[in-house]
C-alpha cells in the first residue's frame, strides 16, 4: 500500500501563486509516475501534470506554461508549482501515484487539497 498526503492549497488571487506538496508512503519502492489531478465543482476530474521516476513530464494544456511538476525520489515527494493561478483553476487537488500491477498499474489518491483562486 502507498499513503499519500498533500499539503499547500489555499486561497490565493488571481495572478497569485502556490505551491503543492505530496509526501508519499508505505510501499513507495514500487511508485513509477506520480501526478496531480483535479476536480472542480460539476467538472469532470482531469489530469493537470504528471511525471515518471525518470523526470519526464506532460502537462494538460491548461497548465502549460504556467505550472511546473518536480519530483524527489528520495523524500518520496511531488510537487506543482503553480504560477499565475486564475479563478477557472480552483479546484480541489489530488496527488497520483501509479505502480506497476499485471499488464497495467495501480493507483493510489491523497485525500485532496482544496485550491481555490480569486478574481
Known amino acids: 500500500q502507498v499513503q499519500l498526503v498533500e499539503s499547500g492549497g489555499g486561497l490565493v488571487q488571481a495572478g497569485g501563486s502556490l505551491r503543492l506538496s505530496c509526501a508519499a508512503s508505505?510501499?513507495?519502492?514500487?511508485?513509477?509516475?506520480m501526478g496531480w489531478y483535479r476536480q472542480a465543482p460539476g467538472k469532470q476530474h482531469e489530469l493537470v501534470a504528471r511525471i515518471s521516476s525518470g523526470g519526464s513530464t506532460n502537462y494538460a494544456d491548461s497548465a502549460k506554461g504556467r505550472f511546473t511538476i518536480s519530483r524527489d525520489n528520495a523524500k518520496n515527494a511531488v510537487f506543482l508549482q503553480m504560477n499565475s493561478l486564475k479563478p477557472e483553476d480552483t479546484a480541489v487537488y489530488y496527488c497520483?501515484?501509479?505502480?506497476?500491477?499485471?499488464?497495467?498499474?495501480?493507483?493510489?489518491w491523497g485525500q485532496g487539497t482544496q485550491v481555490t483562486v480569486s478574481p
Open positions: 508505505g510501499s513507495t519502492f514500487s511508485i513509477n509516475a
Open positions: 497520483n501515484a501509479a505502480r506497476p500491477y499485471g499488464s497495467g498499474h495501480l493507483d493510489y
